[in-house]
């Protein structure tokens, strides 16, 4: 008999404005004992001293997570002149200083360059693996970190407000992979100077915005997990959470950009097998890629759509 799994069955997405301290990893953990989830994870990773958005997936929604990853981010940051730090943002240690500060006009001219696909070289303290290991534990260690060059996409750059001379807050979308610590670097590089990242906030992920966030504290505050410590202390069973909590989003939410295709009580029973499907009939969709079946409104398995068949790819589990 297999061992049960601690916590509740409760799946959805959780957007938090995350705020300046801890890391993402902490947040996540935070998350999943306020709501006594089974599991827990979130979509792309923010430095401890970057705020804004970041989703956390409960349950079955961390199948959707790789989709996420995958969406297009948004952020805004601050770049400070004229100093040079080993992680390339401000908690690092200095490692060059240049009196030169860009004017206006030559960061205006500098930025076309870095919008479309780019080369980009990760920081050195990086969650990047070299032979195995972290690069940033190898950067704390110590020892010398040589990173490949990666080709990222950045869709736009804005030129926001420059508050002083020693600073400028840009707003930036783009794709997977795009470190803004590396972008401010190259900059900083190209006009002349050196720079780093003085602050960092992001504004979206994917279909997630600053409207869908809520405070961490907010979170832990009004979550289910008071009902669960209540439940503890009385020798009770813990009550399931309010699936209609506000700051709890239906595992689909992530899932805009996939096109949903209903399906029959049959066909959702062979895809929760894991067994293809086809689509039958001269009034049939016409659909390829993937795909999000759905029965009577609810997400029964991301597929793969092709020549008329449907072939799961990831099956969710949701109670009926």
Known sequence: MGRRKKGLPVSGW????????????????KVRRAFNAQKAGHAGTLDPLGSGILPVALGEATKTVPYLVDATKEYRFTVRWGEARDTDDREGEVTATSDV?????????AIPAYIGHIEQVP???????????????????????????????????????????????????????????????????????????AMLRRLRVGPFSE??????DDVTSQ???????????????????????????????????????AVSS?????????????????????????VCAMLHGQPIALCEAAQGELRPTRVFNLPH
Do not use: W
Request: net charge negative; aromatic share 2%.
């Open 101 to 109: 500060r860009p004017a206006r006009e030559a960061i205006l001219d």
């Open 211 to 216: 409207a869908d966030a809520v405070a961490l």
């Open 123 to 197: 920081p050195r303290f990086s969650a990047i693996k070299v032979n195995g290991e972290r690069a940033y534990d190898l950067a704390r260690d110590g020892e010398t970190v040589e990173l490949k060059a990666r080709t990222v996409e950045i869709r736009d750059i804005r030129l926001i407000d420059m508050p002083s001379d020693d600073e400028a807050v840009f707003e930036m979308t783009c794709g997977k992979g795009t470190y803004v610590r590396s972008l401010a670097r190259d900059l900083a590089l190209d006009l002349g100077t050196v720079g780093h990242v």
């Open 14 to 29: 959780v957007v938090v404005d995350k705020p300046i301290g801890p890391t993402s990893t902490h947040v996540v953990s």
């Open 266 to 290: 049959n066909d959702a029973a062979r895809l929760k097998q894991g067994q293809a499907i086809l689509s039958r009939g001269r009034d049939a969709p016409i659909v390829k890629g993937t």
């Open 223 to 261: 979550s289910p997990q008071k009902a669960v410590e209540k439940a503890d202390d009385l020798g009770n069973s813990p009550p399931a959470p309010d699936p209609k909590a506000p700051f709890l989003l239906p595992l689909e939410t992530a899932l805009d950009d996939i096109p949903a295709l």
